[in-house]
C-alpha cells in the first residue's frame, strides 16, 4: 500500500509538474514576438475564420504560435467576434492586445477629401482611387430610386446628398456603409437647416436643389447668400433661372463646350433657359456654405450677374435687365484683353 501510494503520489507530482510547465509554455507562447515597435498592416478579410487569422499573423511575425492565440481566444470567449478590416500591428504587441483589437475593430482609417461642388460619379471616383470602395457599387447604390427614401432624404437618386468633407474611412467596408457615412453627414448638417428651411417655404429637395447650383456658380464664399437672393428673387417673379450648369448637368458626354443648341434644347430637363423653376434635382453635392445661403440670403433686389473676368471669380450683380447688358459687354471686353 505504501508503495501504491507512493507512485500515485509521484505521478500526481510528475503530472502537476507538466500542467505547470505546459502553462508557462502556453503563457509565453502569448508573449510579444519581439520588442521592435515596427507596425505592420494586417487584413482580416470579411468571412475569415480564427485559424486562418492566427495562421497569417504567426506567417507574419505578429504572434508566437497560431495554436496557442487560437486557444486562448477560445478561452476568452472571442473565438467568434474577429472583425474585417486593415489593423495597424506591431511584434511587440502581446497575443491578447492583439487579439483584443482585433475584436473591438480598430481598424485602420484613410483620410479622403470631398470637395464641394462634385457630382456622385466624381466622389465615388475619388472614393476608389483612395481604395474605399468600388466605383460601380457605390454609384448603383446613389442612383438608385429607393436609396433617398431608405437613407432619409429626398429626391430620384443620391445626387446632393453625398456630403463634401474629409472623412477617415476603413477598406473593407461595404458600399452601403459608405454612402451612409456621407449621407449621414449631410443630415447632420441639415438639423440646423431645416427650420429656416421650413420657415421659407422650401422643402429639403428645393433647398439642395438650389444649393447645388449656387455651388456651381460661385467658388466665393462671401457671394454664395447673394447668388442664392438672385435665383430665389427670379423664382419668386416667374422668370426662368437661366443658368449654365444646369443646362451642362443634363447633357450627356458634355465636352466643355457649351453651344447655342444646348440653350435652345426643350428636350433637356434641366434647361433652365427654356424650363421654368427648379430643375428636376440636385446637380451637384453642395457643402454646408451653399445650402446656408438658400435659407438664410442676402436681402437685395438682384436678379441678374455676370463673372467680372478679373480672375478673381466674382460677380458683377444688376437689378434691371440694362444694367446687366453693360456688366455683360464689359465682362466681353475683358475677355479681350
Not at 475569415?48 to 487569422?53: C, G, I, K, R, S
Not at 484613410?110 to 477629401?113: D, E, G, R, S
Not at 461642388?117 to 430610386?145: K, N, Q, W, Y
Not at 421659407?200 to 444649393?211: E, F, I, P, W, Y
Given at each position: 500500500?505504501?508503495?501504491s501510494?507512493?507512485?500515485?503520489?509521484?505521478?500526481?507530482?510528475?503530472?502537476?509538474?507538466?500542467?505547470?510547465?505546459?502553462?508557462?509554455?502556453?503563457?509565453?507562447?502569448?508573449?510579444?514576438?519581439?520588442?521592435?515597435?515596427?507596425?505592420?498592416?494586417?487584413?482580416?478579410?470579411?468571412?475569415?475564420?480564427?485559424?486562418?487569422?492566427?495562421?497569417?499573423?504567426?506567417?507574419?511575425?505578429?504572434?508566437?504560435?497560431?495554436?496557442?492565440?487560437?486557444?486562448?481566444?477560445?478561452?476568452?470567449?472571442?473565438?467568434?467576434?474577429?472583425?474585417?478590416?486593415?489593423?495597424?500591428?506591431?511584434?511587440?504587441?502581446?497575443?491578447?492586445?492583439?487579439?483584443?483589437?482585433?475584436v473591438?475593430?480598430?481598424?485602420?482609417t484613410?483620410?479622403?477629401?470631398i470637395?464641394?461642388?462634385?457630382?456622385?460619379?466624381?466622389?465615388?471616383?475619388?472614393?476608389?482611387?483612395?481604395?474605399?470602395?468600388?466605383?460601380?457599387?457605390?454609384?448603383?447604390?446613389?442612383?438608385?430610386?429607393?436609396s433617398?427614401?431608405?437613407?432619409?432624404?429626398?429626391?430620384?437618386?443620391?445626387?446632393?446628398?453625398?456630403?463634401?468633407?474629409?472623412?477617415?474611412?476603413?477598406?473593407?467596408?461595404?458600399?452601403?456603409?459608405?454612402?451612409?457615412?456621407?449621407?449621414?453627414?449631410?443630415?447632420r448638417?441639415?438639423?440646423?437647416?431645416?427650420?429656416?428651411?421650413?420657415?421659407?417655404?422650401?422643402?429639403?429637395?428645393?433647398?439642395?436643389?438650389?444649393?447645388?447650383?449656387?455651388e456651381?456658380?460661385?467658388?466665393?464664399?462671401?457671394?454664395?447668400?447673394?447668388?442664392?437672393?438672385v435665383?430665389?428673387n427670379?423664382?419668386?417673379?416667374?422668370m426662368?433661372?437661366?443658368?449654365?450648369?444646369?443646362?451642362?448637368?443634363?447633357?450627356?458626354?458634355?465636352?466643355g463646350?457649351?453651344?447655342?443648341?444646348?440653350?435652345?434644347?426643350?428636350?433637356?430637363?434641366?434647361?433652365?433657359?427654356?424650363?421654368?423653376?427648379?430643375?428636376?434635382?440636385?446637380?451637384?453635392?453642395?457643402?454646408?456654405?451653399?445650402?446656408?445661403?438658400?435659407?438664410?440670403?442676402?436681402?437685395?433686389?438682384?436678379?441678374?450677374?455676370?463673372?467680372?473676368?478679373?480672375?478673381?471669380?466674382?460677380?458683377?450683380?444688376?437689378?434691371?435687365?440694362?444694367?446687366?447688358?453693360?456688366?455683360?459687354?464689359?465682362?466681353?471686353?475683358?475677355?479681350?484683353?
Open positions: 500500500m505504501r508503495r501510494s507512493a507512485i500515485a503520489a509521484g505521478l500526481a507530482a510528475l503530472v502537476a509538474v507538466a500542467g505547470f510547465a505546459g502553462w508557462q509554455w502556453f503563457e509565453a507562447q502569448l508573449a510579444p514576438v519581439s520588442a521592435s515597435p515596427q507596425v505592420v498592416v494586417f487584413r482580416v478579410e470579411r468571412g475569415a475564420t480564427l485559424p486562418a487569422v492566427a495562421r497569417a499573423l504567426e506567417a507574419q511575425g505578429l504572434i508566437r504560435n497560431a495554436t496557442a492565440f487560437r486557444l486562448h481566444a477560445r478561452r476568452t470567449g472571442r473565438d467568434g467576434s474577429l472583425r474585417a478590416g486593415e489593423y495597424e500591428l506591431a511584434p511587440a504587441l502581446p497575443a491578447d492586445e492583439i487579439l483584443e483589437r482585433l473591438r475593430g480598430n481598424v485602420r484613410h483620410a479622403v477629401a470637395p464641394e461642388g462634385l457630382r456622385m460619379e466624381a466622389i465615388a471616383a475619388r472614393l476608389a482611387d483612395a481604395g474605399l470602395v468600388d466605383r460601380d457599387a457605390f454609384l448603383a447604390i446613389a442612383r438608385d430610386p429607393a433617398a427614401a431608405a437613407y432619409g432624404v429626398e429626391g430620384e437618386t443620391l445626387e446632393g446628398y453625398l456630403f463634401p468633407e474629409t472623412y477617415r474611412l476603413a477598406r473593407g467596408l461595404d458600399p452601403d456603409e459608405v454612402v451612409g457615412a456621407l449621407v449621414g453627414q449631410f443630415l448638417v441639415w438639423a440646423g437647416i431645416e427650420p429656416l428651411a421650413r420657415a421659407r417655404g422650401l422643402s429639403m429637395h428645393d433647398v439642395v436643389t438650389l444649393a447645388s447650383i449656387v456651381k456658380e460661385t467658388a466665393v464664399p462671401d457671394e454664395r447668400p447673394l447668388i442664392a437672393a435665383f430665389l427670379r423664382l419668386e417673379r416667374g426662368r433661372l437661366e443658368t449654365d450648369p444646369t443646362v451642362i448637368y443634363g447633357i450627356a458626354d458634355f465636352d463646350n457649351l453651344r447655342r443648341r444646348d440653350l435652345a434644347d426643350e428636350t433637356n430637363p434641366y434647361n433652365t433657359y427654356r424650363i421654368p423653376g427648379l430643375p428636376p434635382g440636385p446637380i451637384a453635392n453642395p457643402g454646408a456654405g451653399a445650402l446656408r445661403a438658400v435659407v438664410e440670403p442676402a436681402e437685395t433686389p438682384y436678379l441678374f450677374f455676370v463673372a467680372l473676368g478679373d480672375g478673381s471669380g466674382r460677380h458683377a450683380f444688376s437689378v434691371t435687365y440694362r444694367e446687366h447688358q453693360a456688366n455683360v459687354t464689359a465682362y466681353l471686353r475683358r475677355r479681350r484683353r
